[in-house]
Nanobody
């Protein structure tokens, strides 16, 4: 079972930056895709950004041009660099690992979340 630990959340003023980290308990090369999701109070959990094993990335429209997802295979860590933060970026940010086994069974692992608060 993959374990994920997020870190890097905190309080920042609008226009500021934060960098989130997601450390995996296994080699991230073995994970098909790692994503960041976020969930604000009273809302659903939404996809923010994804990076695949091959390095392809995808972003929600609301964060394009401001957020960057990247990976360090040697450290088994995925990062989310968040710039030009807005109050509407305030949420609990979760790391997700999507795994497809050799028998084509898919599974998902989640971290515990890290809170990002952007003040206006």
């Amino acid at each position: 079972q993959v374990q994920l630990v997020e870190s890097g959340g905190g309080l920042v003023q609008a226009g500021g930056s934060l960098s989130l980290s997601c450390a995996a308990s296994v080699s991230i090369i073995s994970i098909n895709a790692i994503s960041w999701y976020r969930q604000a109070p009273g809302t659903r959990r939404d996809l923010v950004a994804t990076i695949t094993r091959g390095g392809s990335t995808n972003y929600a429209d609301s964060v394009k041009g401001r957020f960057t997802i990247s990976r360090d295979n040697a450290k088994n860590t995925v990062y989310l660099q968040m710039n030009s933060l807005k109050p509407e970026d305030t949420a609990l940010y979760y790391c997700n690992a999507h795994i497809i086994s050799s028998t084509f069974r898919s599974s998902d692992a989640w971290g515990q979340g890290t809170l990002v608060t952007v003040s206006s």
